[in-house]
């Protein structure tokens, strides 16, 4: 008792006030062969991630040679004029570095990560494969068999399945959105070498494009190093491509994607709405979080919670294409699985809670909820050098400010309950809505049928 008595007992720590954060703010600039440059030093972060956009949009593609971009975009680690496609992917290696690229509506993106103390070797790689790609016929050629490999298994995937019907519901079939983004059996074997070097002749130049540099650059000369590497890309200058417009058919109707035998039926609802240049963007992204962002959201409580229909079903906001005067679209979707037997009853439930929100709305808690789930773990979310620069990424794809992100923010703390439940029902009208199922039609279109949503019609699942 003596010896407890005399021991020097510290006090408990206390927690400290905490931080302020914001989404970081990028510097920009631009490089002598015209590519815009944003930096972001992120002291800590040792691991670089870069970021180029390339101003190489789906809607660009010839006629009949859809993925012609995707093509492209995954020979630029297929070698280059310097090493062939091993040399070039063990170089990476030795550099720590890690390449990867793909193509979407906006343009073609490639993402570069790579320790600090490698930075420059992994920008002169970056370099290499932008200003002189290889575009070997083998190499394409073996390109193409994979991406044909690949068709199968997505058609087999419910909800990838899904997904293409609705794309092709909504919008008109001489609209790019409204096919696959990596091409058909038909377009890809069309696809050569030729092909993809003329694409990339045609649209792929520094002028029109933008790299998104983001790490701990302590000690690092990054104009220097830049100069050397990305500057020396050279090509003819050029103007963005101008941003079709787009047009969508949301009637209410149902298509049943037929999948006899299929002990589940995979729900995707959908229809288009505005780009985040729409000053309601922030008060939709509260509302349909709430809806179905996560698993306390009110879809799961009923379907999942209550009724144990599903695993889970999410509602969600994806922006497809900005334009720089806020034309842009996005696709808004509730997606998610049921068993078979209970698709008609899930389906009432899901309806019921729309048109519950629209009558009785949003509670104060669950709003609380998802401001504090959105902007509290921001800072987590953004760890990570590839975070930040991805998101800035998307801000440049979008045509919005840089500090885009950090406002938004601000206004999701800002937003009341009353406007996130206007901006969900909005987004979601009962009546309005495109649902696409795909599973067993000859067990779910009859109850499907007896809801009332929508004509049903049914397509074989190819």
């Known amino acids: ?53 390339l101003d190489a949009p789906l809607d660009a593609e010839p006629a009949g040679l859809d993925g012609v971009a995707t093509i492209m975009a995954r020979a630029f680690s297929e070698g280059t004029d310097k090493h062939s496609a091993e040399d070039y992917a063990a170089e990476l290696e030795r550099a720590g570095a890690t390449l990867d690229a793909h193509a979407d509506h906006p343009g073609v993106r490639i993402s570069l990560e790579v320790p600090a103390s490698r930075l420059a070797k992994g920008l002169g790689l970056l370099s290499d494969a932008l200003r002189a790609p290889a575009f070997a016929e083998s190499e394409v050629e073996r390109l193409v068999r994979n991406r044909l490999d690949e068709i199968p298994h997505e058609l087999a995937n419910p909800s990838r399945r899904a997904a293409k019907q609705l ?70 200058a050029g103007q963005p491509r101008p941003v079709p417009s787009v047009t969508a058919d949301d009637t209410g109707r149902v298509v049943i994607v037929d999948r006899p035998g299929a002990v589940q039926t995979q729900l995707l609802i959908g229809r288009v709405g505005s780009d985040r240049h729409d000053r309601v963007w922030p008060a939709q992204v509260l509302g349909t979080y709430c809806l179905g962002g996560t698993l306390t959201s009110r879809l799961d409580r009923v379907l999942r919670e209550e009724k144990g229909y599903t695993y889970g079903v999410r509602s969600f906001g994806q922006v497809l294409r900005s334009a720089p005067d806020g034309t842009g679209v996005s696709m808004l979707a509730i997606s998610g699985s049921v068993d078979t037997p209970n698709t008609g009853p899930a389906l009432t439930d899901l309806w019921t809670v729309l048109r519950t929100l629209a009558a009785e709305g949003l509670t104060d808690a669950e709003r609380d909820v998802a401001v504090q789930n959105l902007v509290g773990v921001a800072p987590l979310k953004y760890e990570t050098a590839a975070a930040v620069a991805g998101t800035l990424a998307d801000q440049v794809e979008q045509y919005l400010p840089d500090d885009f992100q950090a406002t938004l923010y601000r206004q999701l703390a800002a937003t009341g309950t009353v406007e996130a439940t206007a901006a969900v029902v909005n987004a979601f009208p009962v009546d309005r809505l495109v649902t696409v199922l795909v599973g067993d039609a000859a067990q779910i279109r009859e109850p499907v049928e007896a809801l009332g949503i929508g004509e049903v019609t049914v397509v074989t699942a190819d």
């Open 1 to 53: 008792m003596t010896e407890l008595a005399t021991m020097d007992f510290h006090p408990q720590p206390q927690p400290g006030a905490a931080r302020p954060w914001a989404f970081p703010a990028p510097e920009r600039g631009t490089l002598d062969n015209g590519l815009t440059v944003l930096r972001c030093h992120r002291p800590g972060q040792q691991v670089v991630a870069v970021e180029v956009l």
């Open 167 to 236: 794309y092709k519901e909504l919008f008109p079939a001489t609209a790019r959105m409204s096919r696959p983004r990596q091409g058909t059996e038909d377009t890809v074997e069309k696809i050569d070498a030729a092909a993809v070097r003329a694409f990339y002749d045609r649209h792929v130049r520094p002028a029109t494009a933008t790299a998104v540099v983001v790490g701990d650059l302590t000690g690092i000369d990054l104009d220097e190093l830049l100069g050397e590497t990305l500057g020396a890309w050279r090509a003819a």
